[in-house]
């Protein structure tokens, strides 16, 4: 009997529409993967009947001829960021425990109208703010990897990193994440899956939980590039309820993914070879230009002469845009409410705030605060979104002389929980790679390289101009068709 | 630049959370790290440069004027719009005592 959940969304869509087997298996595996699977702490809500409507409804229009959609019966689990209908979205957040949204957000709506079906929703970092998954309220979510003889919990990356453990696990084919500053990008790396942030704009941010707004893109998070082609078909697409959605048609990704790049440049930022950087990541990336050559593509150099600037000009933007999203959780609307005895309305936001927020939020949310007050916001937020205009023009520039740049995703492989937790500035050095892509809008993939001696996955990523998703997941295709990345945790959950 | 302990008090009084004398003397070091490192953008001559404003360039659209053109953003949802508040009477939300 086939193993359902060693199946990739591509070997589901097509094993369900052949007839070789209904989705209600496919869902009830995954299903029993799940609940079996509570160790990791990657799910903060599971939701099997969802996940088993979905799959009779799919299973209903097969026996009726009818069309199953790109996703049909694959069964996905829900970052807990996008606002799903009657079912608990938290952000991970105290302040946001128990709300039901009364509605669906887009992204979510395509995935199920695509045929798709929802095993859960996937725990992350508290407001997506983290690159461990150690901020979230419901408790640290655990990669299903180990250092090479130790038993000590991993850090699955984050935000995403409910959406990486799972997949990485294999209690879930595919799964959405959200990248604002590495996101989906450093977790799929410290799991050794794929995961793609398409050009901002083309995922509605409508029923997203905001974080930084013009920085936060939906994307997909699978096991193999084709996989996140197809799922990025599905979440893609223009939507008036979002000011910022891109009118455009979205490409047919997975029918055009070529992994010949014959005729084509891949430039190699100099900026990135950084002090601290691991050797192993270093000798993984020479690897990956060996193979986009081996594909047919020529190598050449290419200068990003802001890189070192674009982390902390992140540090002000995105924590500025918080501090302004995150206001709106003041106990009147939904969520929290604390109330001291004989506290007025004031007291009472104060209060609700601070038992409904993290530490982690809290620190972003004052500098936030801080860098966009009175006296201070031309020295930093002005200085900072210079600071992305000179980020974005050297990708311009760069641009110029190549079709797409590849770079490490990370600095290092993964690390144990708590090891990084003393000082917040060393947690957010592990985006120093993936953050300039994220100013500058630009679409970006981390895909599994390579297994380092520690016996961790090590990513690398692929960053193309505005709207050439198709560049990106073209050249992931040729790293992964010659990387061979099979490797697997060992299950110990 | 630092910040003084009174400072992160008043900051954090702005951003509406309570703190307490503990989780103050926290914070202000933490703080005071984050803004001693971004103090090196301070090291880009900017001059000349336009502060982003859109990383992808894009019009801001305007929306048919048709009354609830959007079901989800429209009116006529009030229900919905409290199904989640901590306190609802009447059809509107509940908030302590805000006049005197």
């Given at each position: 009997?086939?193993?359902?959940?060693?199946?990739?969304?591509?070997?589901?869509?097509?094993?369900?529409?052949?007839?070789?087997?209904?989705?209600?298996?496919?869902?009830?595996?995954?299903?029993?993967?799940?609940?079996?699977?509570?160790?990791?702490?990657?799910?903060?809500?599971?939701?099997?009947?969802?996940?088993?409507?979905?799959?009779?409804?799919?299973?209903?229009?097969?026996?009726?001829?009818?069309?199953?959609?790109?996703?049909?019966?694959?069964?996905?689990?829900?970052?807990?960021?996008?606002?799903?209908?009657?079912?608990?979205?938290?952000?991970?957040?105290?302040?946001?425990?128990?709300?039901?949204?009364?509605?669906?957000?887009?992204?979510?709506?395509?995935?199920?109208?695509?045929?798709?079906?929802?095993?859960?929703?996937?725990?992350?970092?508290?407001?997506?703010?983290?690159?461990?998954?150690?901020?979230?309220?419901?408790?640290?979510?655990?990669?299903?990897?180990?250092?090479?003889?130790?038993?000590?919990?991993?850090?699955?990356?984050?935000?995403?990193?409910?959406?990486?453990?799972?997949?990485?696990?294999?209690?879930?084919?595919?799964?959405?994440?959200?990248?604002?500053?590495?996101?989906?990008?450093?977790?799929?790396a410290f799991t050794g899956i794929c995961g793609i942030k398409p050009t901002y704009g083309r995922c509605s941010r409508w029923g997203v939980v905001a974080f930084a707004s013009s920085l936060d893109q939906a994307g997909p998070m699978a096991r193999s590039v084709e996989d996140c082609a197809i799922m990025l078909e599905a979440m893609a697409g223009f939507d008036p309820k979002d000011a910022t959605s891109l009118q455009m048609d979205v490409p047919n990704w997975e029918a055009a993914l070529s992994a010949d790049l014959k005729g084509?440049?891949?430039?190699?930022?100099?900026?990135?070879?950084?002090?601290?950087?691991?050797?192993?990541?270093?000798?993984?990336?020479?690897?990956?230009?060996?193979?986009?050559?081996?594909?047919?593509?020529?190598?050449?150099?290419?200068?990003?002469?802001?890189?070192?600037?674009?982390?902390?000009?992140?540090?002000?933007?995105?924590?500025?845009?918080?501090?302004?999203?995150?206001?709106?959780?003041?106990?009147?609307?939904?969520?929290?409410?604390?109330?001291?005895?004989?506290?007025?309305?004031?007291?009472?936001?104060?209060?609700?705030?601070?038992?409904?927020?993290?530490?982690?939020?809290?620190?972003?949310?004052?500098?936030?605060?801080?860098?966009?007050?009175?006296?201070?916001?031309?020295?930093?937020?002005?200085?900072?979104?210079?600071?992305?205009?000179?980020?974005?023009?050297?990708?311009?520039?760069?641009?110029?002389?190549?079709?797409?740049?590849?770079?490490?995703?990370?600095?290092?492989?993964?690390?144990?929980?708590?090891?990084?937790?003393?000082?917040?500035?060393?947690?957010?050095?592990?985006?120093?790679?993936?953050?300039?892509?994220?100013?500058?809008?630009?679409?970006?993939?981390?895909?599994?390289?390579?297994?380092?001696?520690?016996?961790?996955?090590?990513?690398?990523?692929?960053?193309?101009?505005?709207?050439?998703?198709?560049?990106?997941?073209?050249?992931?295709?040729?790293?992964?068709?010659?990387?061979?990345?099979?490797?697997?945790?060992?299950?110990?959950? | 630049?630092?910040?003084?302990?009174?400072?992160?008090?008043?900051?954090?009084?702005?951003?509406?959370?309570?703190?307490?004398?503990?989780?103050?003397?926290?914070?202000?070091?933490?703080?005071?790290?984050?803004?001693?490192?971004?103090?090196?953008?301070?090291?880009?001559?900017?001059?000349?440069?336009?502060?982003?404003?859109?990383?992808?360039?894009?019009?801001?659209?305007?929306?048919?004027?048709?009354?609830?053109?959007?079901?989800?953003?429209?009116?006529?949802r009030r229900d919905d719009v409290l199904a989640n508040a901590p306190v609802a009477e009447h059809g509107f939300f509940g908030v302590p005592k805000v006049i005197e």
């Amino acid at each position: 009997m086939t193993d359902f959940t060693q199946l990739g969304v591509k070997q589901i869509r097509d094993g369900v529409a052949g007839g070789d087997f209904t989705a209600r298996e496919v869902a009830e595996s995954f299903n029993a993967a799940v609940a079996a699977a509570a160790e990791l702490n990657a799910f903060i809500v599971t939701t099997p009947d969802h996940a088993l409507a979905a799959a009779d409804a799919t299973d209903a229009k097969r026996a009726k001829g009818e069309d199953l959609g790109k996703m049909g019966g694959v069964p996905i689990g829900m970052k807990d960021l996008f606002a799903t209908k009657g079912v608990q979205t938290t952000a991970a957040s105290h302040i946001l425990e128990g709300f039901k949204p009364e509605y669906e957000s887009t992204v979510s709506q395509k995935l199920w109208d695509a045929g798709a079906g929802m095993l859960g929703k996937l725990n992350l970092d508290q407001f997506a703010m983290g690159s461990s998954n150690e901020t979230s309220y419901f408790g640290n979510v655990n990669s299903p990897w180990k250092k090479a003889g130790t038993n000590a919990a991993m850090s699955p990356g984050g935000s995403s990193g409910g959406s990486s453990s799972a997949v990485a696990a294999r209690i879930a084919p595919a799964a959405t994440g959200t990248d604002t500053g590495g996101s989906i990008r450093q977790p799929a790396a410290f799991t050794g899956i794929c995961g793609i942030k398409p050009t901002y704009g083309r995922c509605s941010r409508w029923g997203v939980v905001a974080f930084a707004s013009s920085l936060d893109q939906a994307g997909p998070m699978a096991r193999s590039v084709e996989d996140c082609a197809i799922m990025l078909e599905a979440m893609a697409g223009f939507d008036p309820k979002d000011a910022t959605s891109l009118q455009m048609d979205v490409p047919n990704w997975e029918a055009a993914l070529s992994a010949d790049l014959k005729g084509k440049k891949v430039g190699i930022p100099r900026e990135y070879r950084m002090d601290g950087t691991d050797q192993a990541i270093l000798d993984s990336w020479e690897q990956g230009k060996a193979m986009l050559r081996d594909a047919g593509a020529e190598i050449v150099d290419v200068s990003l002469p802001h890189t070192k600037y674009a982390l902390p000009a992140y540090y002000i933007i995105a924590p500025a845009e918080a501090s302004s999203n995150l206001a709106r959780y003041d106990g009147v609307r939904y969520g929290l409410r604390d109330l001291p005895e004989g506290a007025g309305l004031q007291d009472m936001y104060a209060a609700t705030r601070a038992a409904g927020f993290g530490d982690e939020v809290k620190r972003r949310v004052l500098i936030g605060t801080y860098v966009l007050s009175a006296g201070f916001y031309d020295a930093y937020y002005t200085q900072a979104q210079k600071i992305r205009t000179l980020v974005a023009q050297d990708f311009e520039k760069a641009f110029e002389q190549c079709d797409v740049i590849l770079a490490p995703t990370t600095p290092t492989a993964s690390f144990p929980l708590g090891s990084l937790n003393d000082d917040p500035l060393t947690m957010y050095l592990n985006d120093v790679f993936a953050v300039p892509a994220s100013l500058a809008g630009l679409p970006a993939m981390s895909v599994p390289a390579t297994i380092n001696s520690d016996g961790l996955p090590l990513g690398l990523q692929l960053v193309g101009k505005p709207f050439d998703e198709q560049g990106v997941l073209n050249a992931g295709l040729a790293i992964q068709q010659r990387a061979g990345f099979e490797a697997q945790p060992e299950k110990w959950w | 630049m630092s910040v003084t302990r009174e400072e992160v008090a008043k900051i954090a009084s702005l951003a509406r959370i309570k703190m307490g004398d503990e989780e103050l003397d926290r914070m202000v070091p933490e703080l005071n790290n984050i803004l001693d490192w971004v103090e090196q953008l301070g090291e880009v001559d900017t001059s000349g440069v336009e502060p982003m404003t859109a990383v992808i360039p894009n019009t801001l659209r305007l929306r048919d004027d048709v009354v609830d053109a959007i079901p989800e953003t429209s009116g006529g949802r009030r229900d919905d719009v409290l199904a989640n508040a901590p306190v609802a009477e009447h059809g509107f939300f509940g908030v302590p005592k805000v006049i005197e």
